[in-house]
Each structure stands twice: as structure tokens, then as C-alpha cells.
């Protein structure tokens, strides 16, 4: 059974235009990260928040964590097509992934 | 510094017929993880060792999959035999493993068809 759940299952945007993308897991953690896999690759790790952090920026990424909620959103700022990808979370101590957020800009 | 590799990139096999994968993580990278993945979903994860030693292996079918990490290493991952069902990418992952700072790295897979 998967550890991190993304939401939406999908989400198509115009480019220019923010996307945001939800995760929520089952245990408690010590830290999350994201990653995301364009077609036909392997998964990137995009950034890692600490359980002590509630949001943290690396580029067009802003990524919140509410360890009471046990949720975490990804917010891609200024989308371009590059972007479209999909995108997974998972506890760094429990490296199991949902079925992801499926994203696509276009432009 | 160099990725995980992965290899073949692309492997064909008929249904019961045997195949394996192999994977060479980054060096000094302790823990090393192999996933299935099936189009449209999500990575599952099948095993997950800490140098030669397995940490994780509850979802790994084991009358039909086996997996080794010899020297604490190059790890392989084999089926036999092969059902319609594995047609799938399969992903290797490496870490340090106990810096929290880091993610994992991701081979670019092997997909497997089964006919």
C-alpha cells in the first residue's frame, strides 16, 4: 500500500499560470519530498522539507508541510511547458508513492 | 558524479520465459531500492536493501521474483517465470541513505514487455 496519495489525479493549466498539487500520508515522518517524472524517465527529487519546516522555496517550487494534517502541497509558480510531468511525494523514511498528480501545461 | 545505472533499457520476453535486470548505484550509496512500475501508476516499491542486507521486501511476489545485492553493490533483479502481468518499467533508487538532506536518485529503468 502506497505512503504518500497525491491530489488531483490530474490537472491541465495554461502556461503562465500556478499549479497546485496535494499529498497526504498515512504514518508520521521526518521529512517529505517530491519528485517528478517526465515521460518514459526515471523520478527526479525536486526538493525535501524537514518534519520541523512549514514551507520552503528552491526556485518556481514553494512547498508547505502541516505534519498535524499530515499533508503537504507542491505550488509551481509561473508554469511552463517543461513542466508537464508527473509529480510524487513520499516520506523520506518510507519511500513508498501514490499514483501521482499528472500535469500538464500547455502552451 | 555519475547516476544510477540501469540496464538493458529495453528487454522483450515471452510469458514464463526468465529475465533480469541489473542496477549499479552511485558509489557510496548504502540503500538501494527496486520499483515496479506499471503505466499509468504510480512506482510500487518491491524491495529496498541497506548495503547486501534486505530491509523491505513485503511486496516483492516471491515465488516469482528474487533479488540479490552482492558486496553491497550492483544489485539484479530477476523473474522467473515471467507473466503477461510484469509487463512494467522497472526503477532502481539510491541513497546515502542517513543524510536527511538528500533524496534518492533514480535510474532511467528497464522496461519490460511480456508477450
Known amino acids: 500500500s502506497q505512503q504518500g496519495e497525491e491530489d488531483p489525479q490530474a490537472l491541465s493549466i495554461q502556461e503562465g499560470e500556478n499549479a497546485t498539487m496535494n499529498c497526504s500520508y498515512k504514518?508520521?515522518?521526518?521529512?517529505l519530498q517530491w519528485y517528478r517524472q517526465n515521460s518514459g524517465r526515471g523520478l527526479v527529487h525536486l526538493i525535501l522539507i524537514r518534519s520541523n519546516e512549514r514551507e520552503k522555496h528552491s526556485g518556481r517550487l514553494r512547498v508547505t508541510l502541516d505534519t498535524s494534517k499530515k499533508s503537504s502541497s507542491l505550488l509551481i509558480t509561473a508554469s511552463r511547458a517543461a513542466d508537464t510531468a508527473s509529480y510524487f511525494c513520499?516520506?523520506?523514511?518510507?519511500?513508498?508513492f501514490g499514483a501521482g498528480t499528472r500535469l500538464t501545461v500547455k502552451p | 558524479e555519475a547516476g544510477v545505472a540501469q540496464s538493458p533499457r529495453y528487454k522483450i520476453i515471452e510469458k514464463r520465459q526468465s529475465v533480469a535486470f541489473w542496477c549499479n548505484p552511485i558509489s557510496g550509496h548504502a540503500t538501494l531500492y527496486w520499483y515496479q512500475q506499471i503505466l499509468g501508476q504510480g512506482p510500487k516499491l518491491l524491495i529496498q536493501f541497506q548495503n547486501n542486507g534486505v530491509v523491505d521486501d513485503s511486496q516483492l511476489p516471491k515465488d516469482r521474483f528474487s533479488a540479490e545485492r552482492l558486496k553491497g553493490v550492483d544489485s539484479t533483479l530477476k523473474i522467473q517465470p515471467a507473466k503477461l502481468e510484469d509487463s512494467a518499467v522497472y526503477l532502481c533508487?539510491?541513497?546515502?541513505?542517513?543524510?536527511?538532506?538528500?533524496?534518492?536518485?533514480f535510474g532511467s529503468g528497464t522496461r519490460l514487455t511480456v508477450v
Open positions: 513520499a516520506p523520506l523514511n518510507d519511500m513508498r
Open positions: 504514518t508520521s515522518i521526518n521529512n
Open positions: 533508487a539510491s541513497s546515502l541513505g542517513h543524510k536527511p538532506n538528500y533524496g534518492y536518485t
